[in-house]
């Protein structure tokens, strides 16, 4: 079963885009398909794969950080392709 999950992450501190960068680049390097926008990043995948795969790289921007808010959702299909029709 694919997945798409869209993500914002938020560090709660001063020195807010390192952080950022550092989770984005992770999910860059990964197998899956990343997709990116000034608000939020989106990775697609197997739900098998993706899951465990986001897991980790949320509790090792949750161990870097103090305080940090991630923001998720999650769709049951690959949206990768999506264009509007409108």
Do not use: C, W
Not at 32 to 46: H, R
Not at 58 to 67: G, L, S, Y
Request: aromatic share 10%.
């Amino acid at each position: 079963m694919n997945i798409s999950i869209e993500l914002t992450l938020t560090p709660l501190q001063d020195n807010f885009e390192q952080p950022i960068i550092a989770f984005i680049k992770k999910l860059r390097a990964s197998k899956f398909t990343v997709l990116e926008n000034p608000l939020s990043t989106q990775i697609y995948g197997a739900y098998d794969e993706v899951m465990p795969f986001i897991q980790q790289e949320v509790k090792t921007a949750f161990e870097n950080v103090d305080h940090i808010l991630v923001n998720m959702k999650v769709v049951k299909s690959d949206r990768s392709n999506y264009e509007p029709h409108f």
